[in-house]
C-alpha cells in the first residue's frame, strides 16, 4: 500500500487560491497572521499536487474535509471520496501526504528553547520522560522532537486528537522496517513522522527513512 508524501518550503504566495472547502474557506478568513495563511495555503497546494499523481487526474479539484470520525479525507467537489490525507508545518516548511487508508503526518522542527523534561512529564508515557531526563540536553531535545513527532502523526491517524489521556499510555518502539506502521526522517534538526497501517510503502522522499516504529499501548 503506497502512501505519497512530499516536504518543501512555504512560498509567499497568496495570488492564486487552491481549491479549499467551506471548513478551509472558514479557517482561512480567521489567520491573520501572513506565514500562518502562506502556511495553510502551501499545504493545500501541495495535497492537489499529491492527490493528482496519487490518483492520476491531474485535472481535477480535491477538497480536504474531516469525516465524522475525525479522520481527514479528500473529496472531489461532487462529493465523491477519494484518498486520506494529512497536512503539517512548522516554521518554513510544509509537508503532505495522501493514501488509501487513515494516515497522519507530524513536522516538528526545534526552532526555539523550551522546557523539555517538563512538557515530556505531562505528555509522555512515563518511562520515556524518564529516559528523556538521563540524556544529555542536546540529545535530550533531539529524542523529544521524534517522540513528539510520533505521536502527533498517531493522533491525526486516530482522528481523536493529542490528548493527554492517550498519550501517557503510548509507546512507539523501534521494529524492523517490514512491521513498520509510523516512520521518521530527520528534517532541519527536528523531525517528519508518518503513521499510516502496517505494510504501507512510503514514496516520494529522496532519503529513505531513519526510523521504523510500532506503536504499543500501556493501557
Not at 508545518?89 to 526552532?111: C, E, F, I, M
Not at 529524542?143 to 482522528?159: I, N
Amino acid at each position: 500500500m503506497p502512501v505519497l508524501l512530499a516536504l518543501q518550503a512555504v512560498e509567499a504566495d497568496e495570488s492564486a487560491l487552491p481549491p479549499l472547502s467551506d471548513q478551509d474557506r472558514e479557517r482561512l478568513s480567521h489567520l491573520l497572521a501572513p506565514l500562518r495563511r502562506q502556511q495553510f495555503l502551501a499545504g493545500r497546494r501541495l495535497l492537489q499536487e499529491l492527490a493528482a499523481r496519487f490518483t492520476g487526474t491531474p485535472d481535477r479539484a480535491w477538497l480536504l474535509c474531516r469525516e465524522a470520525d475525525g479522520k481527514r479525507r479528500l473529496y472531489t467537489t461532487e462529493g465523491q471520496a477519494g484518498p486520506y490525507a494529512s497536512i503539517s508545518h512548522d516554521g518554513r516548511w510544509v509537508t503532505a501526504a495522501v493514501g488509501q487508508v487513515p494516515l497522519g503526518l507530524d513536522l516538528t522542527l526545534r526552532q526555539r528553547e523550551r522546557d523539555w523534561p517538563r512538557i515530556a512529564r505531562g505528555m509522555f508515557a512515563p518511562q520515556v520522560a524518564d529516559a528523556l531526563e538521563r540524556l544529555p540536553d542536546d540529545r535530550q531535545q533531539h529524542d523529544f522532537c521524534q517522540h513528539w513527532a510520533l505521536l502527533e502523526a498517531w493522533s491525526k491517524r486516530s482522528g481523536r486528537g493529542l490528548q493527554r489521556s492517550l498519550s501517557r499510555s503510548l509507546l512507539a518502539r523501534a521494529c524492523p522496517a517490514g512491521e513498520a506502521e509510523a516512520w521518521t526522517w530527520p528534517v532541519a534538526g527536528g523531525f517528519l513522522a508518518l503513521a499510516a497501517a502496517a505494510g504501507s510503502r512510503p514514496e516520494g522522499l529522496a532519503e529513505a527513512p531513519e526510523g521504523c516504529w510500532r506503536y504499543c499501548s500501556l493501557a
